[in-house]
């Protein structure tokens, strides 16, 4: 079956700008989970949602901010960007919620440039 | 704060010779640790866990309770194990609720 898809790949966006990213987990994963991956910082948790509902959340200021579709689908986004969020963006699923102990699937990712 | 530390940023090794990342967890209850493994253009997917106990592309990993440790080992790296490898406890709760996070990452290079 098909794996997480995230799009879009690639993206570069000015400073003030608002972006959004999509993912789209395995067929019947209910858990959606985003990270940030840059060099300095490593892999940190944004937020992860089940059955629409956030669950957990990094911490990340509240310019950062996501939802989950019925379908289980995800999107998040960023409002009033700065040079500091480029970034890889990453989109995991799991069957259940990270906390079961399930496998977590990652995405490509989406690599975010601010200018 | 309850938190994952892997001491190193970078390891290089030689072909065939022993390899070990080093992860060292602060936090209590039990732990359920995993490895994951990014290659090279390559997306970020599960080497093992600890609780299956399993030895994947002969790696293995030990939790060791008193030293708080769940190194990862390989007895003769290959030049295809050149990759980052990321250690990651299972969501633990903290003041900002549950996050499932992961360590710092160490860079495997093995030399031919």
């Known amino acids: 079956k098909a794996g997480v898809t995230q799009t879009p790949r690639y993206l570069i966006k000015t400073r003030g700008q608002q972006v959004t990213l999509s993912c789209s987990p395995i067929s019947g994963h209910r858990s959606v989970s985003w990270y940030q991956q840059t060099p300095g910082q490593g892999l940190q948790f944004l937020f992860e949602y089940f059955s629409e509902t956030q669950r957990n959340k990094g911490n990340f200021p509240g310019r950062f901010s996501g939802r989950q579709f019925s379908n289980s689908r995800s999107e998040m986004n960023v409002s009033t960007l700065e040079l500091g969020d480029s970034a890889l963006y990453l989109c995991?699923?799991?069957?259940?919620?990270?906390?079961?102990?399930?496998?977590?699937?990652f995405g490509e990712g989406s690599w975010l440039t601010v200018v | 704060a309850q938190r994952v530390t892997q001491p190193e940023k970078l390891l290089s090794v030689f072909k065939g010779a022993p390899v070990e990342l080093k992860c060292n967890y602060s936090y209590s209850g039990s732990p359920e640790l995993f490895w994951y493994v990014q290659y090279s253009r390559q997306r970020l997917q599960l080497l093992l866990r600890h609780i299956s106990r399993e030895s994947i592309k002969g790696f293995t990993a030990d939790l060791n309770k008193g030293e708080t440790s769940f190194h990862l080992k390989k007895p003769f790296a290959q030049e295809e194990d050149s990759a980052m490898y990321y250690c990651a406890p299972l969501p633990y709760r903290d003041n900002y609720g549950q996050n499932f996070v992961f360590g710092p990452g160490t860079r495997l290079s093995v030399l031919p």
């Open positions: 995991a699923s799991s069957l259940t919620a990270t906390n079961s102990g399930n496998t977590i699937y």
